[in-house]
């Protein structure tokens, strides 16, 4: 099977980068991960001051995908997400959306499933992707950074089982993620998750003909629209409105999408802390199989 190591990383998502490997569509891939703060946080001696900020939120990649060509979709299955032995976090004042009196550090075990938090408390963990997308479109886009191509979105539901949607555009599409985190709430507040180093398995599928408000979701039986913006409110209106676009286009009558959005739907917060704010709009998919139509036209979303 077709391996990325972490060395294979990139900061910018761009047209420009050098493919690291080339795959089919349908192939799987494994991509092995570099911590957010790219390994150089080990103790609670080192202080996120001291990094390079040339080695924070590393992408491992990019992918070169055949046959992936501009106005394609990439549908990445997310196979399977294999956590570090150990995460950290880092709070300094001024990160985040939450008082912090000085610079720190902190550094977890990650066993038996569970992030050891303390003397007190375990987490189960939930291990998602933080940063994941394709080139984008225009110039480069940092990895720390959010956008229509995905990037540092930071949503806790790109977890294994999930298949995320994403637009190509640039021949090949160029895909890369890092930035995995044991575990992180919506918004992650303090301004990070669980950071973890670890390996993700995807399956990589060029769909063609795919009209829909990119990036989607599908993730524990729900849809999922996710939208970037300057402000929360402008990232949760282009949520929503992007889900309405994505069942109208499914199919659905866009009154009843209107009210079944706001009965059954959730906007949610995905995180406050990037140089662009994320929201996700969630919608049960079995609402769409009860009108029988599928997220996309093509079927893709079977699964
Ligand atoms: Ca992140
Ligand atoms: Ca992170």
């Known amino acids: 099977m077709l391996r990325i190591p972490k ?5 910018v998502m761009s047209r420009e980068n050098a493919p690291a490997a080339r795959a089919k569509s349908g192939d799987t891939v494994i991509f092995e991960t570099a911590d957010a703060f790219g390994g150089q946080i080990t103790s609670e001696a080192d202080v996120f001051s001291s990094i390079g900020w040339d080695r924070v939120n590393p992408a491992t990649g990019p992918l070169y ?3 992936a060509e501009p106005g394609d979709c990439l549908k990445v299955d997310i196979l399977d997400i294999k956590a ?8 300094s004042p001024g990160f985040g959306i939450l008082e912090a009196s000085a610079e720190k550090s902190f550094v977890f075990d990650i066993k038996e499933g569970k992030v ?19 080139a984008p479109a225009g110039g480069g886009v940092a990895t720390g950074t959010p956008g229509p191509h995905g990037g540092n979105m930071d949503c806790k539901q790109i977890i294994k089982g999930a298949a995320l949607y994403l637009p190509v555009n640039v021949p090949g599409a160029l895909l890369s993620m890092g930035d995995l985190h044991a575990v992180m709430g919506d918004g992650e507040v303090a301004v990070c998750g669980a950071e973890m180093a670890g390996e993700v398995t995807v399956r990589v599928t060029v769909l063609k003909g795919v009209k829909a408000p990119l990036p989607v979701l599908i993730s524990k039986n729900r849809v999922m629209t996710v939208a970037s913006a300057p402000t929360l409110d402008e990232a949760a209106k282009t949520a929503a409105v992007n889900m309405r676009e994505l069942l109208i286009g499914a199919g659905m009558d866009g009154e009843k999408a209107n009210l079944l959005m706001s009965l059954v739907g ?7 802390v990037d140089p662009l704010m994320t929201a996700r709009m969630e919608f049960n998919l079995d609402i769409l199989k009860a009108y029988g139509v599928c997220v996309f036209r093509n079927g893709s979303d079977t699964r």
Not at 7 to 11: D, T
Request: net charge negative.
């Open 7 to 11: 060395e294979n990383n990139i900061i």
């Open 65 to 67: 995908i055949e046959g």
């Open 84 to 91: 570090g032995g150990k995460a950290a976090m880092v709070m």
């Open 116 to 134: 050891f938090f303390d003397g007190s408390i375990t987490i189960d963990i939930e291990p998602m992707i933080g940063v994941i997308g394709t």
């Open 266 to 272: 959730d906007l949610r917060i995905c995180q406050v």
